[in-house]
């Protein structure tokens, strides 16, 4: 293991993260907050890249004299390490300037880096100091909330992307080792855009703040403030699900901004490299891939069968909203696009609808969620796929026992131990599911439904979840063992399982 080119990837990372923490600090400046919090936060910045600096001049020293190259275990460790160190400076400013304690300032920077959206940010929320954060999120500084949805900006597209960009003109390793531990989906021989990973890096890259800038424009133009526009639109893109608001995206009732939101959110689940093929060849790819077809097919389905249940369940109308197709369409489509993306935004509290079925049905869509090459969490519809095909193949040849194994996606014929590789990935998705709710229904005491779904929520990089972390709740309530445990339960899902438990062998440490 080449301890030095970790420490040099870190450091690097923890210079990004003070120009992050340094463009807070400007918004914190011009915004109406008190003078003390944006010093607070210039303080949180210098102290950052301070100790990078130093880490990376440690690093380039021992470069003249240990062969600087990456392998396949510093892919994995560089990648796992980032997240786990991000997460850790994401939680300095929470700690120093909203006096949150270690746990709760670690699980609401691993939701905001992990672009889960799970939050401990509440009216009951007990401060280090022993006092109450009354006004909830927006009793918080502008500087912090900046922060809070920059963490999911940065977290989307990938915080070790950055280092793929950089690694080149350093002429340090090889960037493919992190590409792959850290891209999540299936990994095919056709998902690298162009040749060169530097040049797809940065079609990914141009693309995702491209999307960015979009979605601030149109939520501008829809009624928000500046701020507001600029703050959701990162977590809408990243689909992280930070709001700047106590009620999310229900603060916001105008039927344009939130329909504006939906289209958002179901463009950042789509693999990023079909819009940029699209781009490139000027003909429309998306119909093409099956994948797609799958996830909008996903939608379209749980949006129609919950404005149904909806129009049908509650004659009366719901909470002031009339009962009207036009109204029950848009709550669904809301709710189904926010889940299905892993978003995480409400327009409404689904498990106080009083209809289980609707429950069930957003509960599903929460396995699959979004496409591989896209900021989504989950399972990945890809996979889902693979296991479909390959379980109906099973079936098949029971009846035909001598036909060959044929499995394919997009036409392309999968090998076997990618299929095997699949079926490995969903059996440990689910076991880990169960063994955090089993954890959680130990240290908590909630009940199965709780625990269940917040297990589900934060390793699917989700959000809400049902019963005591339904929508309209907060994971405030929580010991700070469950909470820690939550926070690397949403990391490893992120890195989608292997990344994060590669390093639990012994094997992985040896020389």
């Known amino acids: 293991m080449n301890l030095q080119v970790i420490v040099h990837l870190i450091a690097l990372l923890m210079l990004f993260l003070s120009v992050g923490m340094g463009i807070s600090t400007v918004v914190s400046g011009v915004g109406p907050d008190p003078a003390w919090v944006w010093k607070d936060l210039a303080f949180c910045a210098l102290a950052t890249f301070l100790l990078g600096s130093l880490l990376f001049c440690i690093a380039r020293c021992r470069h003249r004299k240990v062969e600087f190259g990456t392998g396949v275990r510093e892919g994995f460790a560089t990648v796992a ?90 002429h340090v390793g090889k960037g493919s080792l992190l590409y792959n531990a850290e891209v999540p989906g299936l990994k095919t021989d056709s998902d690298q855009l162009t040749p060169r990973l530097f040049q797809s890096v940065l079609w990914v890259l141009g693309f995702y703040a491209m999307l960015t800038v979009a979605a601030a424009i149109g939520y501008r133009l829809c009624g928000m403030n500046l701020f507001d526009a600029a703050c959701h639109a990162m977590s809408t893109i990243s689909t992280g699900g930070f709001s700047t608001r106590n009620a999310s995206f229900a603060a916001f009732p105008d039927a344009a901004l939130q329909w504006t939101a939906i289209v958002f959110m179901l463009l950042s689940a789509c693999n990023f490299t079909l819009f940029l093929r699209s781009i490139l060849q000027r003909r429309f790819c998306f119909w093409e891939d099956e994948e797609f077809r799958f996830f909008l097919g996903m939608v379209v389905i749980a949006t129609v069968a919950v404005a149904a249940l909806l129009y049908e369940g509650h004659p009366e109308g719901l909470n002031g909203v009339p009962r009207t197709v036009g109204s029950c369409l848009r709550l669904a489509a809301f709710q189904v696009a926010s889940l299905a993306s892993t978003t995480g935004f409400t327009t409404a509290d689904f498990d106080a609808w009083g209809v289980p079925v609707i429950s069930a049905i957003l509960l599903l869509i929460m396995f699959p969620c979004g496409c591989g090459g896209s900021t989504a969490g989950g399972m990945k519809c890809s996979r889902i796929l693979v296991l479909g095909k390959a379980m109906l193949a099973e079936v098949r040849q029971c009846l035909f026992p001598h036909t060959l194994t044929d499995i394919r996606l997009n036409g392309a014929r999968l090998a076997p131990t990618l299929v095997r590789k699949t079926f490995v990935f969903a059996l440990l998705y689910l076991t880990l599911i169960a063994l955090v709710a089993f954890v959680l229904l130990c240290l908590t005491g909630a009940s199965l439904g709780t625990c269940g779904s917040a297990a589900l929520t934060c390793l699917s990089n989700v959000g809400p979840g049902i019963d005591a972390v339904g929508p309209s709740c907060a994971f405030d309530w929580m010991g700070a063992s469950a909470k820690i445990l939550l926070a690397v339960t949403m990391i490893t899902g992120r890195l989608e399982l292997y990344t994060m438990l590669v390093l639990f062998l012994p094997a992985f440490w040896r020389r």
Do not use: H, K, Y
Not at 105 to 113: H, K, N, V
Not at 121 to 144: F, M, N
Not at 152 to 165: A, C, P, R, T
């Open 81 to 170: 390490m980032s997240w786990l160190v991000g997460t850790i400076l994401g939680a300095v400013p929470f700690c120093w300037i909203a006096r949150m304690t270690i746990p709760d300032a670690l699980f609401e920077a691993a939701s905001g880096l992990t672009t889960t959206g799970a939050s401990v940010l509440s009216t009951e929320l007990i401060l280090r100091d022993g006092t109450v954060l009354a006004a909830g999120i927006e009793g918080l500084p502008q500087g912090l909330l900046f922060w809070r949805s920059l963490l999911n900006w940065f977290g989307g597209v990938g915080i070790v992307f950055f280092v793929l960009l950089i690694l080149p003109l350093l």
